[in-house]
């Protein structure tokens, strides 16, 4: 298995702040840069970058390279709720708008367009408390972060876990914004 | 070495260009000019007319005169929308084929006689064979669409050292002299017949694409098609007599290119006077084309593009404020309609600095320099602008690599057998954002052969590449013996052309037989619709017209009404498009109704 952070010149933690990936991403990339040969370092380096710069992944595969096996954790109740409710917030978005396209009657859109206003604040709602818990699972794996280098195996259980909500969170946060565009396409 | 040319291969010009004592030039053509029509008029016997000798010959032999070809390119049957193109166009064994007489061209062929002509002027312009190429590709062209471009280079007697995303190329033009800068900037490319929307951050010679998001189907080609159809419907109005004529191929191509024109002056003017000659030649067609009109049929066309500008936006994780520089490329944002647009999407006057014609082309000479050596402490970041994956169970996509990933780069996947002794497993590669496989493009499928072993114990990793130029490579490997193999995909639509045939005929018989049902049913479920929400906005906003309007919309929900008792299919059609039209003010007034409320509640 390859070491991603070892690819990157970084040290393997958690967390690592977004403008520090990024330079050191670019500085080796720079190194790389010329050689048409090794276009396939290139390759690598940027797949790498992919998987480091996402939380949920970087986890992931440092939990791999650590222990050799990233899977565990679990969704919750209160997550599965929340879930849930964002669930519904599709759906109703769907079944209410997704017969329509920019192609239907100017009066059903018209009709529609009244309760396009309250449907989008509830996907702004959804939105929000996503939003809300991604923020939340981020700041936990900062503090996670600080322990890491002592003991990773105390991390273990709690970093594979927020990978899997993180993960799930990531998911379900591009389909509601998905359905956001959509909506705005339609007035 | 021989030297390296950048060429912008557009839908309806192309350039090229090379470095001259470090400096990107683009060089003119035979006819003096640095912009190329890409258009090819194929004689019954000669040679092929390339540029602006066979723009010439559009509205003269325009079944012979091919342009917008880039619109055909890597397109597989079954995925074309209405494009109406006066030559015949045709698939067979899985892709498109331009038919003139007894011959038919592919897409790519076409287009390289585009780049023979720009290889060939350059070469005499610079006194020595080129053989060394950049070209450039919308940033949303999908893997197919990739490999005919390249394609095409190769058949122009090309090597084609890369193929440049368009907006990543005119992001370059805009930033190489100013490398120090620390910015992000969105690139806004709507060109003749596809938009492309790249948000790059530019940091001290980096150039690092975000995000990219755009449609290849969507461009100037679409307004002009609108603007023929604005004149044919004006010319039958006086005229009705000519309905006929109007239908002629020669009358629609001459009406297009008077229109196109028309369309290019009214970025300057408020008003233009067309005269269109009818084919009988005695008399003309004179009218007053506004730019009001224009607008109205390019808004609806312009608006499609915000919803891509959004994606990208999220994608790249911005918002507008954040933003340095909105930049303009392509020749339609010339049209002040398409800069009120962007202005409004990005909260900020557009950069309008670029030649929107010639960015693209000057960026991918600058690419072309980087590869060279001539130009150095650049580099470049482009990504993917479609998710890659293959299908799983139930026919889902498996995303591999996720849009806006940077390339090159690639994704392994393990595989294993199922059941105890499988020789065989088919993996189908698919790209695109959907979540069922069916719903996205399929790039091919491929067989991976097992050895016979038991259940689980066959083990293959599969290894996908995207190169540089966007382009997919799969690469298998048998983790047990650690044999190593390149696998060709196939097309996913290689059936045989009798079978296509047959599908054909099949559908066509079928379809006569209940076609009649299909329209009747058709109509009632639109009546359905329209008739419940005349009700409601009759409840909400029926107070705010004139009584004798409100008794016309009765009388058209009555007709729709009796005519769903009468079963004629053209009969309900007729009433449900009355009914839909006579409410349009009604749909106005709802629009304007939840505005105010929105407003309302905000305060």
Redo the contacts between chains.
């Keep these: 298995m390859i070491d991603y952070f070892a690819l990157l010149g970084i040290e393997r933690r958690p967390a690592i702040n977004e403008v520090f990936l990024r330079d050191a991403y670019v500085r080796q990339a720079e190194s790389l840069q010329g050689v048409q040969v090794e276009a396939s370092g290139l390759s690598l380096l940027n797949t790498a970058f992919r998987t480091i710069a996402n939380p949920a992944t970087r986890v992931q595969h440092l939990l791999q390279l650590q222990f050799g096996d990233a899977r565990g954790g679990q969704i919750g109740s209160e997550l599965g709720e929340l879930f849930g409710s964002v669930a519904v917030t599709l759906q109703s978005v769907d079944q209410e708008f997704g017969s329509l396209s920019a192609e239907s009657s100017a009066l059903l859109r018209a009709l529609a367009f009244q309760r396009m206003d309250a449907a989008r604040q509830r996907l702004q709602q959804a939105e929000n408390k996503l939003l809300a818990l991604e923020c939340n699972l981020l700041s936990e794996l900062g503090k996670l972060d600080g322990t890491w280098p002592e003991s990773p195996g105390c991390c273990r259980e709690s970093l594979a876990q927020i990978a899997l909500q993180l993960t799930f969170v990531q998911k379900w946060l591009s389909e509601v914004r998905e359905r956001k565009i959509r909506l705005e396409e339609l007035t | 070495m021989s030297e390296i040319v950048g060429i912008d291969l557009g839908t309806t010009n192309s350039l090229i260009g090379v470095m001259d004592a470090g400096f990107p030039i683009l060089i003119a053509n035979q006819e003096g000019s640095r912009l190329t029509p890409s258009v090819v008029y194929l004689p019954e016997s000669g040679d092929p007319v390339v540029g602006a000798p066979a723009d010439r010959m559009r509205a003269l032999f325009p079944e012979r005169t091919i342009y917008s070809v880039k619109r055909l390119m890597g397109r597989r049957p079954g995925e074309s929308e209405k494009e109406d193109f006066p030559f015949a166009v045709k698939s067979q064994s899985g892709q498109m084929l331009l038919e003139l007489g007894q011959r038919s061209f592919k897409p790519e062929e076409i287009s390289s006689l585009v780049l023979k002509k720009l290889k060939a002027d350059a070469e005499l312009s610079l006194g020595n064979p080129i053989e060394r190429a950049v070209i450039t590709v919308p940033a949303y062209f999908n893997d197919l669409q990739r490999q005919a471009t390249k394609r095409a280079g190769e058949l122009a007697g090309f090597a084609v050292e890369r193929m440049i995303n368009e907006p990543t190329a005119a992001a370059l033009a805009y930033g190489l002299n100013r490398l120090d800068d620390h910015s992000r900037i969105a690139v806004y490319d709507l060109g003749g017949g596809t938009f492309d929307i790249s948000i790059l951050e530019l ?1 001290e010679g ?1 150039f ?1 694409v975000l995000s990219t998001n755009g449609n290849t189907r969507l461009g100037g080609d679409d307004i002009d098609r609108e603007l023929v159809r604005l004149l044919r419907e004006r010319i039958i109005a006086r005229h009705p007599e000519l309905r006929q004529e109007l239908d002629d191929k020669l009358f629609i191509a001459r009406i297009r290119e008077i229109g196109h024109a028309a369309k290019l002056r009214l970025s300057t003017e408020e008003t233009v006077q067309v005269d269109i000659p009818f084919l009988s030649g005695d008399r003309s067609f004179p009218y007053h084309l506004t730019r009001q009109e224009l607008e109205a049929i390019a808004r ?1 066309i312009v608006r ?1 593009t ?2 891509h500008c ?2 990208s936006l ?1 994608d790249a994780k911005l918002d507008p404020a954040k933003l340095d520089e909105v930049i303009l490329v392509g020749g339609v944002t010339r049209m002040p309609i398409v800069r009120q647009f962007v202005a409004e999407i990005f909260q900020r006057l557009p950069n309008n600095t670029q030649n929107p014609d010639e960015a693209v082309a000057v960026g991918a000479t600058i690419q072309a320099g980087m590869l060279s ?1 001539q130009i150095q402490n650049v ?1 470049l ?1 482009d990504v993917t602008p479609l998710s890659l994956g293959i299908e799983t169970f139930g026919g889902l996509m498996n995303v591999l690599i ?1 849009r806006n ?7 392994g996947e393990l595989f294993t057998n199922a059941v105890a002794n499988q020789s065989v497993v088919q993996i189908v590669v698919l790209q695109g954002e959907r979540e069922l496989a069916k719903d996205n493009w399929e790039l091919g499928r491929f067989d991976l052969e097992f050895e016979p072993v038991s259940k689980g114990f066959a083990r293959i990793g599969v290894q996908f ?1 995207i ?2 130029d966007g382009i997919l490579h799969v690469l298998a490997r048998d983790t047990r013996t650690g044999r190593q193999r390149l696998i060709e995909l196939s097309s996913a639509v290689d059936v045989s052309d009798e079978a296509v045939e047959k599908m054909i005929a099949e559908s066509l018989d079928h379809a006569f037989e209940d076609m009649a049902d299909r329209l009747w049913t058709e109509a009632v479920l ?1 009546s359905n ?2 008739l419940p ?2 009700r ?2 009759l409840t ?1 906003v029926g107070d705010q017209i004139e009584l004798d309007d409100r008794r016309k919309i009765h009388r058209l929900v009555n007709e729709v009404e009796v005519a769903l008792k009468s079963r004629e299919h053209h009969r309900l059609k007729k009433a449900n498009a009355e009914l ?1 039209e006579g ?2 003010h ?3 007034l ?2 304007d ?2 505005m105010a ?2 407003a309302r ?1 905000k305060k």
């Design positions: 940091n980096v690092r609806p499609r915000r919803s959004l994606r999220d050596g580099l970041l996720p990933s940077t390339i090159p780069c690639k994704a590449e190169d540089a639109k619709e329209l929400a005349v409601s906005a909400l839909d409410t349009q009604l749909a106005t709802l629009i109704r939840a409320e929105a509640r």
